[in-house]
Structure formats: structure tokens, C-alpha cells
């Protein structure tokens, strides 16, 4: 029997013994148990600041001064840059320009193709009533040998003038 009682106290030890507790007492408990919880886990907050930066005066107009040589190296920089560019635009055009200079010269008479568009303009408004700005283009055909140059303007006016 010693046997059985220890068997017995070993039962008694490790199990506990079940309360029957009813859905509306369960409910209660739950209740009760979260307020408690909910006023264990209130603290007060604790209120932070940021704290900002406390440089020196001396330190504010060392960054300034970094900053004003970075910008002025950026001018810099495209300074250089754009003379760089103009360097290489001129050596593009170092090829030589040809001045070109026409004259035409018969019985004692001399004429550049500019003095002939010029007298050409001049028969478009004078002579034609044309205005300037509908005088788009002109072909001149020269004939030293009669002295009269024939003009077609715009594609379609046809004449002539003395020369």
C-alpha cells in the first residue's frame, strides 16, 4: 500500500485540479485581466527633443567658404569648357575662305552681280509696283554685246533692262 500512496501524492502534485468556470465568469475575468494589463503598460511618454547642431561661428563660414570655391570651380570648369568649344569651332573653319569678287566689264562699263540685283530690285518695285517683301527670287541672264540683261522674278515676271 505505501506504494499506492506515493503514486497517489505523485498524482495529486503534477495535475492540477480542473475549475469549472462558466462562459460569463470567463468573460469577467478576460475583462478584469486586460484593464490590468492596459494600466501596467501605461508609463508616462517621455517627451525627446532634437537636438540641432551647434556649430561655431567660425565652423558656418568654413562650409560657406567650401561651398563658394565649389561653385566658382564649377564656373570655372565651364569657362574652359566653352573655350574649349570655341577653339575647336575655329579650327573647323581654319579652312581658308575664298573672298569671291565678279565683275563685268564691256564698253567701258563695269557691273557685280550685287549692282545687278540691286537694279533688279528696283525695275520689281519701281517699274512692276511689286512690293519688297513678295520679291523672292530672281534669275539674271547678262547680254554684254546688246547691253540688256533679262531678268525672271518669281518664276513667272518677265523683262528686261539696260545696262
Given at each position: 500500500?505505501?506504494v499506492?500512496k506515493t503514486e497517489?501524492?505523485?498524482?495529486?502534485?503534477?495535475?492540477?485540479?480542473?475549475k469549472?468556470v462558466?462562459?460569463?465568469?470567463k468573460?469577467?475575468?478576460?475583462?478584469?485581466e486586460v484593464?490590468?494589463?492596459a494600466?501596467?503598460?501605461?508609463e508616462?511618454?517621455?517627451?525627446t527633443?532634437?537636438?540641432t547642431?551647434?556649430?561655431t561661428?567660425?565652423?558656418?563660414?568654413?562650409e560657406?567658404?567650401?561651398e563658394t570655391?565649389k561653385k566658382e570651380?564649377v564656373?570655372?570648369?565651364?569657362?574652359?569648357k566653352?573655350?574649349v568649344?570655341?577653339?575647336?569651332a575655329k579650327?573647323?573653319?581654319a579652312e581658308?575662305e575664298?573672298?569671291?569678287?565678279?565683275?563685268?566689264?564691256?564698253?567701258g562699263?563695269?557691273y557685280?552681280?550685287?549692282?545687278?540685283?540691286k537694279?533688279?530690285?528696283d525695275?520689281w518695285?519701281?517699274?512692276l509696283?511689286?512690293?519688297?517683301?513678295?520679291?523672292?527670287?530672281?534669275?539674271?541672264y547678262?547680254?554684254?554685246?546688246?547691253s540688256?540683261?533679262?531678268y525672271?522674278?518669281?518664276?513667272?515676271?518677265?523683262g528686261s533692262?539696260n545696262i
Amino acid at each position: 500500500m505505501a506504494v499506492k500512496k506515493t503514486e497517489t501524492t505523485a498524482k495529486s502534485k503534477t495535475t492540477p485540479a480542473k475549475k469549472e468556470v462558466k462562459p460569463a465568469e470567463k468573460a469577467s475575468e478576460v475583462k478584469t485581466e486586460v484593464k490590468a494589463e492596459a494600466e501596467e503598460v501605461k508609463e508616462p511618454v517621455k517627451k525627446t527633443t532634437r537636438r540641432t547642431s551647434t556649430k561655431t561661428a567660425a565652423a558656418k563660414a568654413e562650409e560657406a567658404k567650401k561651398e563658394t570655391v565649389k561653385k566658382e570651380s564649377v564656373k570655372k570648369e565651364t569657362v574652359k569648357k566653352e573655350a574649349v568649344k570655341k577653339e575647336t569651332a575655329k579650327k573647323v573653319k581654319a579652312e581658308p575662305e575664298v573672298k569671291e569678287t565678279v565683275h563685268f566689264e564691256f564698253g567701258g562699263k563695269t557691273y557685280t552681280p550685287e549692282d545687278l540685283l540691286k537694279i533688279s530690285k528696283d525695275v520689281w518695285k519701281y517699274d512692276l509696283n511689286g512690293k519688297e517683301e513678295d520679291f523672292k527670287s530672281v534669275e539674271l541672264y547678262v547680254k554684254p554685246e546688246e547691253s540688256i540683261t533679262y531678268y525672271v522674278i518669281n518664276g513667272d515676271v518677265k523683262g528686261s533692262f539696260n545696262i
